[in-house]
């Protein structure tokens, strides 16, 4: 069954540091997301890519996050200069259709600035 | 902003017993989700529902699209250890997915 896959599954960084989360999204699907969960809380929307930009974005995704897709299979979310409250679990999501339904999510990428 | 409500926020419940938890909205939604997260992992979408009034069973899972369109139930039968987790509902708006505050399912066998 096609799946999302989020590379690293844990990664720690030094706070000022930069980070850059991957993720494979399922092939065929042309809706990707990145969103947030801090320990204990809710998912929270960053941002959703669509066409090779960006089609919409929240409030916490400000001048310090970007994305990008590099090529035809990966998708990456950067963070520039990362805080400690940055710290959270990060989840890349995939949708097939304009409708935005069913949206797919991977495994997570647990970051932990320090 | 727009926003999802859900309750209750947490249950404790012995194996074996039914369960049931809503999601509420202000705004209409056209499709609800609802999703199971396990601890330390991504959420799983469990049914999607795309019509007002729409009842859908997934196993032991059923979830309904309620009549107003601002708001949905999940119910879970003969619940056991493994139900447990975070169910979380959710909704597209405008190019998003947005997502309740979830409620957490503890069984106790």
């Known amino acids: 069954e096609p799946e999302v896959t989020q590379t690293p599954s844990h990664q720690v960084t030094q706070m000022g540091q930069e980070v850059i989360l991957r993720c494979v999204p399922i092939?065929?699907?042309?809706?990707f997301y990145w969103y947030r969960q801090i320990l204990g809380q809710k998912v929270e929307f960053l941002v959703s890519f669509y066409n090779n930009e960006i089609s919409e974005k929240s409030e916490i995704f400000d001048d310090q996050f970007s994305v990008e897709r590099p090529d035809g299979s990966n998708f990456t979310l950067k963070i520039r200069s990362t805080k400690l409250e940055d710290s959270a679990m990060y989840f890349c999501?995939?949708?097939?259709?304009?409708?935005?339904?069913?949206?797919?999510f991977g495994q997570g990428t647990r970051l932990t600035v320090v | 902003g727009q926003q999802l409500n859900q309750s209750p926020q947490s249950m404790f419940i012995q194996e074996g017993e039914d369960v049931s938890m809503n999601c509420t909205s202000s705004s209409i939604f056209n499709t609800w989700l609802w999703y199971k997260q396990d601890p330390g992992e991504g959420p799983v979408l469990l049914i999607a529902l795309y019509k007002a009034g729409e009842l859908t069973s997934n196993g032991r899972l059923t979830a309904q699209f309620g009549i107003t369109r601002k708001d949905s139930f999940l119910n879970i039968s003969a619940s056991i250890p493994s139900d447990v987790g975070i169910y979380f509902c959710?909704?597209?708006?405008?190019?998003?997915?947005?997502f309740g505050p979830g409620t957490s399912l503890s069984v106790i066998p």
């Open positions: 999501a995939s949708s097939g259709g304009r409708l935005n339904t069913e949206a797919f």
């Open positions: 092939s065929n699907h042309l809706y």
């Open positions: 959710a909704g597209p708006l405008g190019d998003k997915v947005i």
